[in-house]
């Protein structure tokens, strides 16, 4: 595609139940992040995917977060369990290499209720 | 313990003027930095970068310059344009494994004035 796409835009969940957030990532790029944006923060790294290796998951807060990138392509990052300090705009970035040059989606707003 | 610091959460300036966005960072290790300018419901975009070879990068009305004794870096904007008014995130980068993962500062809003 011609850019990074998250859906859903907003999501409005009631704590303790699970969400899945999707990223499309641009065509072609091999290297994807997950962030997240909490009220009055910087963006916050979650999770690195380039190519075919191992997941750099070391921003991830705790193990109710999980991601997975299936060929290489799509990315879904799901929160369990979600509590209300997991509200934030959740955001995607492609690059083509993992290096410079990254590209951000809109990001999707998750409210925990 | 941030390692980016936007100590000024918002900054004000007429239009005309110059506008200047500050960053500091605590790792001697990031070697590339980057500022990112959002817009309300939109993703950050790329606005500018710098190596650390380098101590000045300009592009058309912004320029960044960068200072490695200090762990300062600034942004300036001239002649600021009230579609300037964003959210301008300030990004630090080293090589980790091959990977530049990118630490974000919080960001400082700024509001142009016609």
């Known amino acids: 595609g011609a850019g990074v796409s998250q859906s859903p835009s907003n999501k409005v969940t009631e704590k303790g139940k699970d969400v899945e957030l999707r990223c499309d990532p641009i065509s072609g790029h091999t290297a994807l992040y997950w962030y997240r944006q909490s009220l009055g923060q910087g963006l916050e790294f979650l999770i690195y995917?380039?190519?075919?290796?191992?997941?750099?998951k070391s921003g991830l807060p705790s193990d109710r977060f999980s991601a997975e990138r299936t060929g290489g392509s799509v990315s879904t990052l799901t929160i369990q369990r979600t509590q209300q300090e997991d509200s934030a705009v959740y955001l995607c970035?492609?690059?083509?290499?993992?290096?410079?040059?990254?590209?951000f989606g809109s990001g999707t707003r998750l409210t925990v209720v | 313990d941030q390692q980016v610091k936007q100590n000024s959460p918002s900054l004000s300036v007429q239009e005309g003027r110059i506008s200047i966005l500050n960053c500091d960072y605590t790792n001697s290790m990031f070697d590339y930095f980057l500022w990112y300018k959002k817009y309300p419901a939109e993703g950050p975009t790329f606005l500018i970068s710098i190596s650390s070879i380098k101590d000045k990068n300009e592009d058309g009305r912004f320029t960044v310059f960068l200072n490695k004794s200090a762990k300062h870096l600034s942004l300036h904007i001239v002649p600021s344009q009230p579609g300037d008014s964003a959210v301008y995130f300030c990004a630090a980068s080293s090589e980790s494994g091959g990977s530049y993962i990118p630490t974000f500062g919080r960001g400082t809003s700024l509001i142009v004035h016609p």
């Open positions: 970035a492609s690059s083509l290499l993992g290096g410079y040059g990254y590209t």
């Open positions: 995917f380039q190519g075919n290796s191992a997941p750099d």
